[in-house]
């Protein structure tokens, strides 16, 4: 591969990181669109819904391990919830993950469209919950819990997703889990679901390894400074941003599809 085609794609992953980390959210969301045109755009021959999807997958893997890794002294992270919805969203990812080899490209797209749909909205969402430490005992829907997060793991296996921009809403407002339990064990679950979306998209031949190292690189620099300055800027405005360009993104996605 050409080295500008790698230097394209570790600036697409820093850039989709620092993001990612100022606002909180998965970066698959926002590295999936930019790794399937930006490369088109700069005239590289770019890389196929598969392979972006498989890429992403990857990056998040190691992503949300280094989120973990941070908060596994906090006390934050919760057992019951990460058993409750970690296997649901470990067999919904597999499922996504293998899947997604039968569905066309228009098809992963579309996935992906739906999805982008529901984190522009879910990034609106009221995030205040109640402060609780871990050792106290929680009180959820454990049934509700598993059949969202089952279903919110197919859909991110499928287009390499951590799926953690619909597990924080899901956790806060439906489950009414205490805000800092929620980031923390949300990563842990997330990470869980990267296990099965990674391992399929690596058991269906749909990862570059060297994009996907590439990518990983950039997001493990960028991710924790993209933190650091989303404590210093009005993430309002971002959002709203963010939003709108992921938007913009799903409706360049559905026009393709359908012209």
């Known amino acids: 591969m050409e080295l ?4 394209t794609i570790f600036l697409i992953g820093f850039t989709g990181s620092l993001l990612s980390g100022m606002l909180g959210i998965g970066g698959a969301i926002i590295n999936y669109p930019m790794l399937l045109y930006i490369p088109i755009l700069f005239g590289f021959e770019g890389l196929s819904a598969y392979e972006v999807s498989g890429v992403v997958a990857v990056q998040v893997f190691f992503a949300t391990l280094s989120g973990v890794w941070v908060y596994r002294k906090g006390g934050y992270l919760n057992r019951s919830l990460i058993v409750t919805m970690g296997i649901s969203i470990l067999i919904g990812s ?17 996935v992906y469209g739906l999805l982008a749909i529901l984190a522009s909205v879910m990034m609106f969402v009221p995030k205040k919950g109640t402060d609780k430490a871990n050792h106290e005992e929680l009180h959820y829907n454990k049934f509700v819990a598993a059949v969202l997060t089952f279903a ?5 296996g499928i287009v390499g997703a951590g799926g953690a921009f619909l597990l924080v809403p899901i956790m806060l407002v439906l489950l009414k889990i205490p805000t800092r339990i929620t980031i923390a064990t949300s990563l842990a679950v997330t990470f869980i679901s990267s296990i099965g979306a990674t391992t399929g998209k690596i058991a269906t031949g749909q990862v570059p390894f060297l994009p996907a190292l590439v990518m990983v690189a950039a997001s493990l620099i960028a991710s924790p400074l993209g933190a650091t300055l989303g404590k210093k800027i ?3 405005y971002l959002q709203g941003i963010l939003a709108l360009l992921i ?7 559905w026009f393709d599809i359908l012209y």
């Open 4 to 7: 500008t085609f790698i230097l």
């Open 94 to 110: 597999l499922i996504g993950g293998f899947g997604s080899r039968l569905l066309t490209e228009e098809g992963i797209n579309l």
């Open 152 to 156: 919110v793991g197919i859909g991110a």
């Open 234 to 236: 009005n993430s309002k």
């Open 247 to 253: 938007f913009a993104t799903t409706i360049k996605i």
